[in-house]
């Protein structure tokens, strides 16, 4: 058994909602490996597209943001469980003394400080590994990022203002 990742980058690619067929493995792994390569059987298989953002603050007065409520990239090198439980870590400690009363003034504000940078170096290194996984979409996510959004406290390299910030009901 392997895990697999397949990368496309042209405007033909389906929704990521379509399925993925066996026929659509095959052919990428035969593109990949050659005409001798055999698909046994797929387990499982889902699509991804680089939804990556990143809150710029995560405390907005006493709603406080963790794991991908705070930041969201795409599934490359499994960082995002490991990036959220740390998070919760770090603010479950500061709120059990804040609830308590033995939290020094200003600790709740300490979480963003900490963990901020720590989820900025996760985007940067998944962004990275775009590059590796699909050259030509990476270019084109350069690109848009010159036009970033930071409205609604959101920054996103490759997302529009209404991809951060969803009208609300």
Same mark, same amino acid.
């Given at each position: 058994m392997t895990d697999v990742l397949i990368a496309g980058a042209g405007p033909?690619?389906?929704?990521?909602?379509?399925p993925v067929s066996d !026929?659509?493995?095959?052919? *990428?792994?035969t593109a990949l490996y050659g005409a001798e390569t055999r698909l046994g059987e797929v387990y499982g298989a889902s699509r991804f597209n680089d939804a990556t953002r990143q809150l710029?603050?995560?405390?907005?007065?006493r709603v406080l943001f963790?794991?991908?409520?705070a930041h969201i990239h795409p599934p490359l090198g499994g960082q995002g469980l490991n990036l959220g439980v740390q998070d919760a870590m770090n603010l479950g400690?500061?709120?059990?003394? !804040?609830?308590?009363?033995? *939290?020094p003034s200003g600790l709740l504000d300490?979480?963003?400080?900490?963990?901020?940078?720590?989820a900025e170096r996760v985007l940067r290194h998944t962004a990275a590994q775009r590059v590796?996984?699909?050259?030509?979409?990476?270019?084109?996510?350069r690109r848009c990022a010159r036009s970033s959004s930071t409205s609604c406290g959101c920054r996103t390299p490759t997302a529009t203002s209404?991809?951060?910030?969803?009208?609300s009901a």
């Open positions: 033909t690619e389906p929704g990521r909602d379509a !026929t659509e493995v095959t052919e *990428a792994l710029e603050q995560y405390r907005h007065g963790a794991g991908e409520a400690w500061k709120l059990a003394a !804040t609830i308590r009363g033995t *939290a300490s979480y963003h400080a900490e963990r901020h940078p720590a590796f996984t699909a050259p030509a979409a990476a270019r084109t996510s209404a991809d951060c910030c969803p009208v």
